[in-house]
């Protein structure tokens, strides 16, 4: 894999992605940021949580002059959460060079965003609607614009959004330099590009397997009203260092982050229906570790890098195959590994057949936990805490009482008591949920889009067996594909994230025709 100094970019560029921790480039930043630099048209895919944003930010950022006093370069994402998570990506990488780029969301006030636009950002990154209302209220002109981004460009059609970004890309000078990046290129994605971008070139790493490598995906079948003592037991048993949990619904997500902090669970629930403040607040705590269980709809399944995720679990199935490989993509990024466990009821194996057929990947089945290994997980983790604290804290202000006690009691009853305590077993805490339809198996139309082409072979895929060579292969060279890592230099990735879908039906969890305009929370 290629080191960054081989592409010939700026040294201030350069020096802000050493900064990151960015040792080499990943598979799909070697491949398309030679070509972006070049100023052609191009089609990005590959896994999730390997580096696409760099892959579009890297050239962007290099080719901007830093005495440009306009709008120069335009980037859309589907949720608010996004724009946030790119314009920070895009801010690191402009650290020494000074570009100036902004976030431009609904849910924030509005004559905030104006007078940062005042600023003369170069940069703009924005979900659809409310960059259409700025356009309308003449605060923001794109009559200059020479670079435009879309990315999860699938899913801002699926929300909808194929009128507003039509609209905004006729107001964009049409020699431009255009790319599209997503995880996932279903059939949409090819209409889509056809229409905007001029003989892009197709830049793909996906092997035969869709899904991110070092995620290692197993299901658990569960009747619906066992799926919340089966989520506690799997909670206890791999006691994640930070997990996202799907829920299909908006009530679904609230009962779940509810039902979860009576259990004595650090969790916070994350959806379209909560104020744009409430929505910044539950990421800020997810991202510095405040709670460690993010409930959420879709709103959270695309693009969303949060480090430290190291288990996602479908407490509900989603509707698509790209959802799950989306969902489950939030963990295993940037060369680490990740767990991913789906909840399928009895009704609902068909469809996760289907999945597993789009993505080419077999799921394996596990059975439920039993309490038993819930409890050893859970003590085992109190246990490590309490570890922890023999090493490394000051504990002498404790050791008076500790010696008196001993003195009156057993110890190991003593010990017992204190993990029992520690632990805080809440199980005697009813629990009752609404329960969920099943996902009805839903078979695409055999035509030339299904099958699972679109992951792999023909013009997205390199037709590579799993881990030959693709992005981050664990399997041969131990550099997991050229996937360095990055250097403790780089700090975790902060920022704050919301997406603006989930106001729609789609992710709501029914099986109706998608593409309903989204609604005006964007
Ligand atoms: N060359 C690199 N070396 C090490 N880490 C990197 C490199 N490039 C990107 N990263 C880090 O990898 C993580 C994932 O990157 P990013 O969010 O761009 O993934 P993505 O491909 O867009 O995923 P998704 O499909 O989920 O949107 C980020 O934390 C990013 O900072
Ligand atoms: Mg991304």
Redesign the pocket.
């Known amino acids: 894999m290629k080191t960054?100094a081989e592409f010939g970019l700026e040294p201030k560029v350069l020096q802000a992605i050493t900064e990151?921790?960015?040792?080499?480039?990943?598979p799909?930043?070697s491949k398309a940021i030679p070509i972006a630099l070049t100023g052609t048209d191009l089609i990005g895919q590959?896994?999730?949580?390997?580096?696409?944003?760099?892959?579009f930010g890297i050239p962007l950022v290099n080719k901007i002059p830093v005495t440009e006093e306009r709008i120069v370069a335009l980037i859309m994402t589907p949720t608010r959460e996004l724009a946030i998570?790119v314009s920070e990506?895009i801010g690191k990488l402009t650290r020494y060079k000074g570009l100036r780029s902004l976030p431009i969301y609904g849910g924030q006030e509005i004559g905030r965003q104006i007078r940062a636009l005042k600023k003369k950002p170069q940069i703009i990154i924005g979900t659809p609607g409310r960059l259409l209302d700025h356009i309308n209220r003449k605060t923001i002109r794109l009559d200059d614009v020479q670079t435009v981004v879309l990315?999860?460009a699938d899913e801002m059609l699926d929300m909808g959004f194929m009128e507003d970004i039509t609209s905004i890309l006729k107001l964009v000078p049409e020699n431009r330099h255009t790319m599209l990046?997503?995880?996932t290129m279903p059939p949409n994605i090819q209409r889509l590009a056809q229409q905007f971008l001029k003989n892009p070139e197709h830049v793909s790493v996906i092997p035969t397997q869709v899904t991110a490598p070092l995620i290692d995906q197993a299901y658990i079948e569960v009747h619906e009203r066992q799926k919340f003592d089966a989520l506690s037991r799997l909670l206890d048993m791999e006691s994640p260092e930070l997990a996202i949990i799907f829920g299909r619904t908006k009530r679904r997500v609230d009962e779940l982050s509810e039902a979860l902090q009576k259990r004595g669970y650090s969790a916070d629930g994350l959806h379209g229906d909560l104020s744009q403040n409430q929505r910044d607040n539950v990421m800020r705590k997810f991202r510095d570790g405040s709670i460690d269980v993010l409930v959420a709809t879709d709103v959270a399944a695309?693009?969303?890098?949060v480090?430290g995720v190291s288990h996602v679990i479908n407490f509900d199935l989603p509707q698509d195959p790209e959802s799950y490989v989306?969902r489950i993509?939030?963990t295993g990024?940037?060369?680490k590994e990740g767990t991913a466990w789906s909840f399928v009821t009895p009704r609902e194996i068909d469809h996760l057949h289907f999945i597993e057929k789009v993505t080419r990947q077999k799921i394996a089945k596990k059975p439920l936990p039993s309490i038993a290994e819930a409890i050893e997980g859970k003590q085992r983790v109190t246990a490590e805490r309490i570890l922890e604290f023999v090493e490394n804290d000051a504990i002498n202000e404790f050791k008076a009482i500790a010696i008196q006690l001993l003195d009156q009691y057993d110890s190991v009853n003593l010990l017992a008591s204190a993990i029992k305590l520690i632990t805080g077993e809440k199980k005697d805490v009813n629990i009752e949920l609404t329960p969920e339809d099943p996902i009805r198996a839903k078979k695409r139309k055999p035509d030339v889009r299904t099958s699972g082409r679109r992951f792999s072979g023909g013009n997205f895929g390199s037709g590579n067996r799993p881990g030959s060579s693709g992005p981050r292969g664990r399997s041969d060279s131990g550099s997991r594909g050229g996937?360095?890592?990055?250097s403790s230099a780089?700090g975790s990735?902060t920022g704050g994230y919301n997406r603006d879908r989930d106001s729609k039906p789609r992710t709501e969890g029914r099986s109706e025709p998608r593409r309903p305009r989204p609604s005006s929370n964007e």
Do not use: V
């Open positions: 960054f990151l921790g960015f040792e080499e480039s990943t799909i930043q590959a896994q999730t949580g390997t580096g696409k944003t760099a892959a998570q990506e990315d999860e990046f997503s995880a695309r693009g969303l890098d480090s989306h993509g939030r990024r940037a060369g996937y360095g890592g990055r780089s990735s």
